[in-house]
């Protein structure tokens, strides 16, 4: 059983470039979180997706798009991108709603904005 | 106030040495709670869940406090392999599952 895959795993864009990161959950999962993960610093919660639409956001500019597809995989987009921007990029995946339940996470795209 | 605070240390203790971390979190509509590990690089892991009556799995204990809303993690005979940053987690379920991190407390066992 794969777990949560993320592609590519790393990434070198340009300032002012749009870029594209993308996530398979795990098997039977049918939420996707996306978070930012800045160096030395925990993971900030971007947006969740579930059944294809946005179910929760987190203090990101909406340069932060995403979007879920029927197989439940997801796909962040990020516009106009800052230096600011170069972090490490997390895709979660969790089960139907489930009380008490973990978050699986992929190994992550790293994103460096030059 | 952010959601999850943890002493980003950094912890630098030797091998068999025992070593707590504290996490406190601000929303009492929590639920449930978490240890992650990260190694270098790569993403974090599940360590352990944490529990009202405390858990332990091998040297490693956690414990919640719901009234001080506090959270710890105790580990035992430390092991260079337990290098790593820990990461304290919160899920606040309204409906669906939403997790905030800490900023994660690093650890260095030296031989």
């Known amino acids: 059983d794969a777990g949560v895959t993320q592609s590519p795993t790393h990434l070198i864009k340009t300032r002012g470039q749009q870029v594209t990161l993308r996530c398979s959950p795990k098997s039977g999962h049918d939420t996707v979180s996306w978070y930012q993960q800045a160096l030395g610093q925990g993971p900030q919660f971007i947006f969740q997706y579930y059944e294809e639409e946005e179910r929760q956001r987190g203090n990101f500019p909406d340069r932060f798009s995403g979007h879920q597809f029927p197989n439940y995989s997801s796909e962040l987009n990020v516009n106009a991108l800052l230096l600011g921007d170069s972090a490490l990029y997390l895709c979660?995946?969790?089960?139907?709603?489930?009380?008490?339940?973990?978050?699986?996470f992929g190994q992550g795209t790293r994103l460096t904005v030059v | 106030r952010k959601e999850v605070e943890q002493d980003p240390g950094p912890f630098n203790v030797p091998e068999g040495a025992t070593v707590a971390f504290n996490c406190t979190y601000s929303?009492?509509?929590?639920?449930?709670f978490f240890w992650y590990r990260q190694d270098c690089r790569k993403e974090p892991k599940l360590l352990m869940s944490?529990?009202?009556s405390g858990n332990e799995d091998g040297r490693f204990t956690a414990q919640l406090n719901r009234a001080s809303q506090y959270i710890s993690l105790l580990i035992r005979d430390s092991k260079l392999s337990d290098s790593a940053t820990y990461l304290c987690?919160?899920?606040?379920?309204?409906?669906?599952?939403?997790?905030?991190f800490g900023t994660g407390t690093s650890l260095t066992v030296i031989p």
């Open positions: 987690v919160v899920n606040i379920y309204r409906g669906d599952n939403q997790f905030y």
């Open positions: 979660a995946s969790s089960p139907p709603d489930t009380l008490g339940t973990e978050a699986f």
């Open positions: 944490v529990y009202s």
């Open positions: 929303n009492s509509a929590s639920q449930s």
